[in-house]
């Protein structure tokens, strides 16, 4: 058999059509997810029955043919995983117990226990690897530390990131205890889904564009650099995509110093801007804006053709900037697989 295709682009090689899989695919915009997460009873008891986030993990599979699946899950279940009290307030967002000072941080749980809470997490993926078409990659995922911090210190969702930007500046050594904690919790956490069948991995830092210069470096790059070296020793070849979202200049160069991939590019940077200064380096992923996933129409098709053009010189897998919203069409999401796949 043939290799599959984002395995191909991974390894640098430029395909006459990019491989697509889409940020969030399964998820709210779906009838079929909305069901499925109904007879679980919540987001969380969906997270972790491995039959049923098996099941939601697949319905995009089904209803598209994307080249990727993306493991169901959420990059909170690690704090929760390390001791944080973790809940969903329905149609607000995820709340949980928060860290202020080094005494939170050494009251988290000792690494080596957090399986006894993710367990079911790597049943999904082993189902997964299972009952996935031979085509399709399964893709395994965490949240990159400084991300994870921010909502283990506010307790929720923060446009700015404040609360995480106040211990960073006031309490530095609580903050970059934390910031090792969390590392090596992912670190155990990605490589027992990579024991399970996860084929790639990605790390979400969503909130990347909020730390600047020396932070950056330190909170953003630093972190994911050891993660993606202790992953790659342990499991030679395993492709790694960093997501460091708006991270704007930081950007250029983050695959040569953090050793990923590929990087994933949100749509604050054109696709121009992302080919000549991002993927001279290798494989880039991404970048239409997901609102085109909602008001559809001419704009949704131009945009994306002008995507998959702009990065056609070399590796490229297809991508939203950021996750598909609720309010999205689903049909709007079979015109874009149309336009990338030249239909
Ligand atoms: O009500 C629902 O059904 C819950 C909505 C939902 C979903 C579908 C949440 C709550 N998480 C998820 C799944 C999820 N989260 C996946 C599954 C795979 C897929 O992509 O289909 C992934 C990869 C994530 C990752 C995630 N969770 C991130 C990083 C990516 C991003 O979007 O920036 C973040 C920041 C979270 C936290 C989170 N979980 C859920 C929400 C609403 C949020 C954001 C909260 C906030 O910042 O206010």
Redesign the pocket.
Known sequence: MTEKTILRALKGETLPTPPIWM??????YLPEYRAT?AQAGD?LKLCYNPELAAEVTLQPIRRYGFDAA???????LLPQALGADLW?VTGE??RLSTITDMAGVQALRPTADIHETLSPIYETVKILAQELPPQTTLIG?A?APW?VATYMIAG??TPDQAPAHKLKDTDRAAFAALIDRITDGTIEYLDAQIRAGAEVIKL?D?WAGSLKAQDFHDFALLPTKRIIAELKSRHPGIPIIAFP?EAGDGYIGFAKATGADCVALDNSVTPEWGAANVQVDGCVQGNLASRHMVTGGQALVDETRQIVKAFSGGPHIFNLG??ITPDADPDNVSRMIDAVRGR
């Open positions: 940020m969030r695919q399964a998820g709210r997460r987001f993306i493991l169901f899950a959420d990059i909170l969903f967002g995820p995922f949240g991300t929720r969702g979400f969503s979202r950021h996750g």
